[in-house]
């Protein structure tokens, strides 16, 4: 598979391209498929978990749940059903559960289309193992299935852009700094650790720590509007998502 380019998806994107524009071009043309394949196969992992806790809302079990999951990307993929998307009615989250929800509600193409492997592996078995540990999955009604989806979506966007965090760090040899920073980002069930104690526990002054939480706080801002931005066409519609992020996570 080519990779896309750092600066479609990297820390520090430029947002001159994003995974969504690519896929929505490729379906005007066919000069570039394999790039086009790249940023839906890329997409496709990070939404894996989402759509597949929304099919297991539908009551389905889970060795179902994850050959539905599964197909459907193949389906995606094979029917190349991202074509028919007009790029000014929606961004890439309402378009996969809208095309999950249709071919469920399709018989005949669930029953035929569902069976296949396609021969792509975009089966996270950690990420199923990860939702079956959240225990969202009762049978739901239409509304309660879309805000398994939605909270689901909101986890792995914040999950994904904590992934890049963690390996920046981690690249600058500051991993252990950055396990012991996360829960200022993330919060506890605990109260946050106060900066005098974590800083003399770090062996750094307390206005040392402010510093970088701060700086630690501004670069997940950044990470999670690079992880939206790959979704989505403009940077009025990534305010748009962050705004619906912070809501769905702060709902209880």
């Not at 889970?62 to 197909?71: G, R, W």
């Not at 996969?96 to 005949?108: E, G």
């Not at 225990?135 to 689901?152: H, I, P």
């Not at 852009?161 to 605990?190: C, M, N, P, W």
């Amino acid at each position: 598979m080519q990779p896309l380019p750092e600066t479609v998806a990297g820390l520090g994107d430029s947002f001159a391209s994003t995974h969504w524009s690519v896929i929505v071009a490729a379906g005007k043309s066919e000069s570039d498929p394999e790039t086009a394949y790249a940023a839906l196969s890329q997409l496709c992992q990070t939404y894996w978990t989402p759509l597949y806790s929304f099919v297991r809302s539908r009551g389905y079990s889970t060795h179902d749940a994850q050959d539905l999951t599964q197909s459907f990307f193949a389906f995606l993929i094979e029917r190349k059903i991202y074509t028919r998307v007009d790029r000014q009615k929606g961004n890439f989250r309402s378009f996969l559960l809208a095309s999950l929800k249709n071919l469920l509600a399709n018989t005949y193409d669930h029953a035929h289309a569902f069976k296949r492997g396609g021969g792509y592996e975009l089966l996270p078995l950690d990420e199923v193992q990860l939702a079956e540990a959240e225990s969202l999955y009762q049978t739901q009604s239409d509304a309660g299935e879309d805000k398994v989806f939605e909270r689901t979506w909101a986890e792995a966007l914040v999950r994904e852009s904590l992934g890049q965090l963690s390996s920046h760090y981690k690249t600058e040899g500051q991993e252990e700094l950055f396990e012991e920073l996360r829960v200022f980002l993330i919060g506890s069930a605990d109260p946050l650790p106060s900066y005098v104690d974590l800083a003399r526990r770090l062996g750094i002054q307390a206005s040392t720590l402010r510093s970088i939480v701060t700086r630690l706080r501004a670069r997940y801002r950044e990470a999670l509007r690079a992880e939206v931005r790959r979704t989505v066409e403009t940077d009025e519609e990534v305010d748009a998502e962050l705004r619906e992020l912070l809501r769905i996570l702060t709902t209880a």
